[in-house]
């Protein structure tokens, strides 16, 4: 039996539009350098929050800001200085996922709640915490990889699997909390006193490293897919990009993207929000929210020549793309 886990954000292969639709520097994302004078940052939000861009994706106006400030900024910065340096700052550099996908932005923004069939942040869960249920993925081949994007990803080819189980959702932060809970595991880093955020119950757990999602699997009585298990239930059998076909669509998954498109600071969501973005046999979130780790070893596709240091037994294959990246 298997299961489809959520890792730490660190990627690994970037399948296609399924892996990379896709878990901060001072003031400006390291955009400018501002000469500081005093010894310690004043608390207040300007120098608390670490990455503008991450609220503020259209720009910040800070003549304004400095104008407001009265004379607080100007104790540790040079007026003409901070200007010329705003200026600059105006309009944020995307992300690399951002610039990936800006081709897919909307012409107009939309709604915070856009495709999400859930609350962003529910009182309770609707899953509760024993293990996800799982479905039957069927035996016979499928197309794996691609032609047309990065060198690690092709070339396509056909692989036959076996019959295997797999997860429909990712595993939720409150059914993690039940592993740690009846196995004494260390927690998480974004849970407090070994408990998760509020709201998040149903939110895909994340910080846990390969060993951590082995860990589960074996508590759960289940394993962790291949990669190839993995992207053939994402895909299905006839190659397509997306776990619903080849068109993107923003308010299908959560991607980076998506919150480029709503204007705000992202997040992950509630496991299966997004209900028209399954994959043909049923499963939630193949593409974006959080990475998932597979059992498989970082290496490259057969046919494959396109050498690289990073191919071998030194890393575990993640997929899936995130809200983040």
């Known amino acids: 039996m298997l299961i489809a886990f959520p890792p730490l954000p660190r990627a690994k292969r ?3 539009r399924l892996r990379s639709t896709l878990l901060l520097a001072v ?6 350098s501002l000469a ?8 207040d939000h300007i120098h608390g929050v670490a990455n503008c861009k991450d609220c503020h994706p259209q720009g910040i106006d800070f003549p304004k800001i400095l104008h407001d400030s009265g004379k607080n900024c100007l104790q540790c910065h040079n007026r003409d200085t901070l200007l010329k340096s705003f200026s600059r700052a105006k309009s944020p550099r995307p992300s690399p996922a951002e610039s990936e996908l800006s081709e897919f932005a909307p012409d107009r923004p939309i709604k915070a709640d856009a495709g999400m069939r859930f609350a962003q942040y529910p009182k309770q869960s609707r899953l509760g915490a024993d293990p996800n249920r799982m479905v039957l993925i069927p035996a016979g081949p ?6 047309d994007r990065l060198p690690d990803e092709g070339p396509q080819h056909t692989v036959d699997l076996p019959a295997f189980f797999i997860d429909i959702y990712e595993v939720t932060n409150l059914q993690y ?3 740690i809970d009846e196995t004494g595991r260390r927690s998480p880093a974004h849970f407090r006193n070994r408990s998760f955020p509020p709201g998040k119950a149903d939110h895909p757990v994340t910080y846990v490293n390969w060993n951590d999602a ?3 699997c074996h508590w759960a009585g289940k394993r962790l897919p291949t990669d190839e298990e993995w992207e053939k239930a994402a895909r299905g059998t006839d ?6 076909g080849d068109e993107f669509d923003v308010t299908k998954a959560n991607t980076p993207v998506r919150w480029q498109a709503i204007g705000h600071q992202g997040d992950t969501t509630p496991v299966g929000s997004f209900a028209d973005g399954i994959s043909p046999y049923g499963l939630y979130d193949m593409t974006g929210n959080v990475w998932e780790w597979t059992s498989s070893w970082y290496q490259a596709y057969p046919g494959n020549h396109t050498p690289s240091e990073s191919y071998g037994k030194r890393y575990k294959t993640l997929k899936g793309g995130s809200w983040f990246d």
């Open 14 to 16: 970037l399948m296609d």
């Open 27 to 32: 003031l400006l994302s390291g955009a400018i």
């Open 36 to 43: 500081i004078a005093a010894d310690k940052k004043p608390a």
């Open 142 to 147: 499928f197309l794996m990889g691609t032609n």
């Open 177 to 179: 909390k039940k592993f």
């Open 214 to 216: 082995t860990a589960y």
């Open 239 to 244: 190659g397509r990009i997306f776990p619903w």
